[in-house]
């Protein structure tokens, strides 16, 4: 044992003991009734949360009751049309023939316009030299 410890029994050596009043038995039923509250204030949130859930739950069934058989027949003719778009689809090779019929139209009015852009840039620069 080291001198400060020897120092602090011979200071101490008077000095009351909580324990020896019940403090430890105090401590110990004040803990175990602030966790027997805890613990019920949890089952509470849990059936609190359990009665929401099946309010919601009740609120979405009423509203699929409702609406269920209007959304049922928008999904039926929409998957019939998108089976009747995919099985009478029109032929990719005349689709493309008149895409690239219609850029090339493009792409020559876009280069006559650029020649006269740029011829225009010449024809500027040389009258300024």
């Known amino acids: 044992m080291t001198d400060f410890d020897a120092l602090l029994k011979r200071s101490f050596a008077e ?43 009740w609120g979405l069934y009423s509203l699929a009751g409702v609406f269920g058989q209007d959304l049922l027949g928008a999904v039926g003719l929409e998957a019939a049309r998108a089976q009747s778009a995919l099985t009478t689809a029109q032929d990719v090779s005349a689709e493309a023939q008149g895409f690239l019929q219609s850029m090339g139209a493009g792409l020559t009015q876009i280069l006559l316009a650029t020649a006269a852009l740029a011829g225009g840039a010449v024809a500027y620069r040389a009258s300024q030299d």
């Open 15 to 57: 000095a009351h003991e909580p324990a020896d009043d019940g403090f430890s038995l105090n401590v110990g039923r004040a803990v175990a009734k602030r966790e027997a509250s805890l613990k019920t204030r949890s089952y509470i949130q849990y059936g609190a949360i359990a009665i929401g859930a099946a309010a919601v739950t």
